[in-house]
């Protein structure tokens, strides 16, 4: 007999051997993984629509709620989610860069890059956490029921409070004293417990001082829910100029309890039905841990390639798995950026 | 020991200086993209305001140039585009078909739940 019988290895066989995919089984279950975080994803994403759409009062737009910049205040409709994705897709090519870096072989690319990415995720995580610090304290105004009982909400530039004047004696201030401290905190403390009557503001200690305030400027109200005279309707919706300011203080300086809501938590928000921000805390409360768990788990690998250990292994297929739960991360984000803020 | 059962593939995944060159130059010109989207989605969102009679067309746009915006993602940074295609359709399409149920399900539902709430409000 001629020629020669080749030997199958039946394990080898069963083994499987050559995958179909020509990839590894790391990078398959990775991209199975974020298959089943896109659905999760996706389900949240699906909620908040469906529940927007049956939602029967007014919801909050993008542009009116999220309008501020650090440093800078208010007026800005966007500007800085558009800034926290600009980072989040900067930090996304510094990753595709350390997995290019990686196919060459250089290892001092791959740290560079990664390091880069790894403080592209800390810019994000931080600015995430300023936007939260703003939309739980609010804005200066607050959401305000006036008195037909329409609610609305305020825009405009808020008269910085200069000072409360003393006027009458509690347990701890004294007639004539001029506080000049924590006064915005206090004052919407006072404003929201109904602890204000006609520029008069009432303090812990049962002192009554009087509230010397700089004049507002554009005072707007919108209309948000209608009330007896009021509407939310296109036409109506918008409350300028000194009927505006008389409309406001008169439900400010009421002395009616809950008549202004600052901020937003679990069970009350000043942007809209507390749906919307149930759904905020949620998502990109979800996004943003996934966001966090991202830059940890680059870190462990960042020190993996500068310990050598997949400079041994002859690649940086361990980089390129990491990349693509990073850019994942990327790309929720540009849904949320999408749905939640821009729609 | 050493396993015969696991094949490195990475192994074979290396290019050299002047393909990675044009790899960059690919990567580069996806960030702009990226960019100059996001800024023209901003933009859009600024200057038409939502009670506009062309708002439902923008809502349109935000959603393709969303997916324009994803896409480049997954094909270029993801390296979907390189992988072979058999890979692609197992991620790709019963993401889709989930997805595309799951929307519609929703929205059917969304639409006869406010018409029930609007009749008895």
Avoid at chain 1, 184 to 191: E, I, L, P, W
Avoid at chain 1, 312 to 329: A, D, I, N, Q, S
Wanted: glycine share 10%; with cysteine; hydrophobic share 45%.
């Amino acid at each position: 007999m001629g020629g020669h019988s080749v030997q199958l290895d039946q394990k080898a066989l069963w083994g499987g051997k050559e995958s179909p995919f020509q990839v590894s089984y790391g990078k398959m279950m990775m991209w199975f993984f974020l298959i089943s975080d896109a659905l999760t994803f996706g389900g949240l994403l699906v909620a908040y629509g469906f529940t927007r759409h049956d939602c029967l009062e007014a919801w909050p737009i993008g542009e009116e709620t999220f309008n501020s910049l650090p440093f800078l205040g208010h007026g800005y409709p966007l500007l800085y989610v558009a800034l926290m994705t600009f980072i989040l897709i900067v930090s996304s090519v510094t990753m595709v860069l350390a997995v290019e870096a990686g196919h060459r072989m250089d290892k001092k690319g791959v740290i560079k890059w990664m390091i880069a990415t790894i403080i592209g995720g800390f810019f994000f995580v931080g600015s995430q956490a300023w936007e939260w610090y703003h939309f739980i304290h609010g804005s200066e105004f607050g959401k305000v029921e006036l008195s037909d009982g329409s609610v609305a909400i305020v825009k405009g530039h808020f008269g910085e409070i200069e000072n409360f004047t003393v006027t009458v004696a509690g347990r701890h201030h004294k007639k004539g004293e001029v506080i000049k401290e924590d006064l915005m905190h206090t004052f919407q403390h006072a404003a929201a417990a109904g602890h204000i009557e006609n520029e008069i503001i009432t303090l812990h200690d049962g002192s009554k001082a009087k509230i010397n305030k700089a004049k507002d400027h554009d005072l707007t109200l919108i209309i948000k829910k209608s009330g007896s005279r009021y509407k939310s309707d296109k036409e109506h919706r918008m409350i300028t100029g000194k009927q505006a300011h008389d409309l406001y203080y008169g439900a400010l300086y009421s002395g009616e309890s809950n008549r202004v809501i600052y901020g937003a938590n679990l069970k009350q928000n000043e942007y809209g039905p507390q749906q919307y921000a149930q759904f905020f805390f949620f998502i990109t409360g979800f996004h943003g841990f996934h966001v966090f768990s991202g830059v940890v788990i680059n870190i462990i690998i960042c020190l993996g390639v500068v310990a050598g250990t997949y400079h041994k292994r002859g690649h940086y297929e361990m980089v390129e798995k990491t990349g693509l739960y990073w850019h994942f991360v990327d790309l929720v984000w540009v849904f949320v950026f999408t749905f939640f803020y821009l729609i | 020991m050493e396993r015969d059962d696991l094949i490195e593939y990475s192994l074979h995944a290396h290019h050299d200086e002047d393909k990675g060159k044009v790899i960059r130059k690919k990567i580069y010109f996806v960030t702009i993209l990226l960019t100059a989207i996001t800024v023209l989605e901003v933009f859009l969102g600024a200057v038409i305001k939502q009670d506009a009679s062309i708002w439902p067309l923008v809502k349109w746009a935000f959603v393709v140039l969303t997916l324009l915006k994803a896409g480049y993602i997954v094909i270029v940074f993801m390296h979907l585009g390189d992988e072979r295609p058999w890979l692609r359709y197992v991620i790709l399409v019963p993401y889709f078909i989930f997805i595309l149920y799951l929307i519609f399900i929703a929205l059917w539902e969304a639409v006869y739940i406010k018409g029930v709430l609007s009749y008895f409000s």
